[in-house]
């Protein structure tokens, strides 16, 4: 079953409004990580947070980590019609070296 | 660099027949993995190669074969398709998986078995 649950699973936004994904897990993780795929192509890593880590900045995206609720959350701010695409949370188990286990992902359209 | 590059880009088959995907990395990262992503389901792992020499199951291998055939090609095999396994196939890699960090994705194989 997939480590992961995102929430909503999908969302439409008008250019220039924040964003805020959602992301569950259910077991124990060494680090949780933010993908994002355009249409047909492959996934493409924005940010990592480790398990000892509560928040994280890179650009626009602000990612955060709760690990007493299982939960993560993925913002991009001030968004763009160019931030359409799907978003995908991973988890690293740290019993599972090396394997990362996503979500089913967020749609995020950004309408000009 | 190329990163990631997997063929074929597409691909159709009939029930039965078998094929072989192919992924090949230019990062000389140590482990490699195939996923598979349906519609609403996410991404699911297949199969994975830790290091050149190991492969080891996934969350779905039933119906697949790997061979990491060296360090830099991992290929995903199906002997005798079946309709439930169309789906796009991702092939990643990742240069350790002692620190579980940032998957590279190739773009994708879109399989369809009729």
């Known amino acids: 079953s997939q480590q992961g649950e995102e929430d909503p699973q999908a969302l439409s936004i008008q250019e220039g409004e924040n964003a805020t994904m959602n992301c569950s897990y259910k077991t124990s993780i060494n680090n949780l990580q933010w993908y994002r795929q355009n249409s047909g192509r492959g996934l493409v890593h924005l940010i990592l947070i480790r398990s000892n880590e509560r928040e994280k900045h890179s650009g626009r995206l602000r990612v955060t980590l709760d690990t007493s609720k299982k939960s993560s959350s993925l913002l991009i701010t001030a968004s763009r019609a160019a931030d359409t695409a799907s978003y995908f949370c991973?988890?690293?188990?740290?019993?599972?070296?090396?394997?990362?286990?996503f979500g089913q992902g967020t749609t995020l359209q950004v309408k000009p | 660099n190329a990163g990631v590059t997997q063929t074929p880009k597409f691909q159709v088959l009939k029930t039965g027949q078998s094929m072989t995907l192919q992924c090949a990395q230019d990062?000389?990262?140590?482990?490699m993995y195939w996923y598979r992503q349906d519609p609403g389901m996410g991404l699911r792992l297949i199969y994975y190669s830790a290091s050149e020499g190991t492969t080891d199951k996934g969350e779905v291998p039933n119906g697949y074969n790997v061979s990491r055939l060296n360090k830099r090609e991992f290929s995903l095999r199906l002997e005798s398709a079946a309709p439930s396994q169309t789906s796009v196939y991702f092939c990643a890699s990742i240069e350790s998986p002692a620190t579980n960090e940032k998957l590279f994705f190739g773009s994708g194989t879109q399989l369809s078995v009729l």
């Open positions: 991973a988890t690293a188990r740290a019993s599972n070296t090396g394997k990362l286990i």
């Open positions: 990062m000389n990262h140590n482990s």
